[in-house]
C-alpha cells in the first residue's frame, strides 16, 4: 500500500509498472528535461485516474500565499495578506530569517550580528536548524524552470505554486 496524501490505496506493483511504462516512452522519444521522475510522474497519473484529483485538488493541501504584482519585500508581502496577525491571533509561533525583523511578536527571527556569543549564538544555531526545511522547500520551488518563466496572472501564479507544491510533496 502506498500512501498518498488525498488518501488513495494503490499497490507498489501498479505504480512501478506504469514508471516503467514511462521511463521507457521517455527513452523512445528522447525526453530529458523532466523535474519529475518517472515514479513522481506515474504517482500522480494514477491519483488522477483512481480519485479524479485535478492539480488545483492535489494542491489543497499544500500553502502557499497569493502572488503580488510587482517586486515586493517578504515582510510586505505578508503583512499584505495578514500573515504576522493571523499568527498572533492563533497564538501560532513561525520561524523567519533577519528580513523579518519588526513582524511582531508571533515571528521568531534570529539575531543580527556576526561576533554573536553564548546563548545568542545556540539560539541562532537552533533557529536555523528549525528553518532548514522551509528553506529547502524554497530552493526546490526555485529548481522549477517554469517560474522563472512565468508571464501570466498573479492568481494564476499562486495556483500554479501550490501544484508544484503538490507535485513536491507527493513522495
Not at 498518498?4 to 521507457?24: E, F, K, M, N
Not at 528522447?30 to 485516474?49: I, K, N
Not at 494564476?156 to 510533496?169: F, M, N, P, Q, S
Request: aromatic share 6%; net charge positive.
Amino acid at each position: 500500500m502506498l500512501a498518498y496524501p488525498s488518501g488513495i490505496d494503490l499497490s507498489s506493483r501498479a505504480l512501478q509498472h506504469l514508471a516503467d511504462i514511462l521511463t521507457g516512452h521517455r527513452r523512445r522519444i528522447g525526453f530529458r528535461w523532466c523535474r519529475l521522475t518517472c515514479g513522481r510522474q506515474a504517482l500522480l497519473v494514477l491519483a488522477h485516474l483512481r480519485c479524479g484529483d485535478t492539480y488545483a485538488r492535489l494542491a489543497a493541501g499544500c500553502r502557499a500565499s497569493g502572488a503580488l504584482p510587482g517586486a515586493v519585500h517578504n515582510l510586505t508581502a505578508a503583512r499584505t495578506h495578514g500573515i504576522p496577525a493571523a499568527l498572533a491571533a492563533g497564538d501560532i509561533k513561525c520561524w523567519a530569517d533577519k528580513a523579518y525583523q519588526g513582524a511582531g511578536p508571533a515571528v521568531r527571527v534570529p539575531f543580527r550580528g556576526k561576533t554573536l556569543r553564548g546563548w545568542r549564538q545556540r539560539h541562532n544555531r537552533d533557529h536555523a536548524k528549525i528553518r532548514s526545511l522551509g528553506e529547502r522547500a524554497t530552493a526546490t520551488l526555485k529548481c522549477w524552470r517554469l517560474l522563472r518563466k512565468l508571464h501570466c496572472n498573479t492568481n494564476r501564479t499562486t495556483a500554479v505554486v501550490r501544484v508544484i507544491l503538490a507535485l513536491e510533496l507527493a513522495t
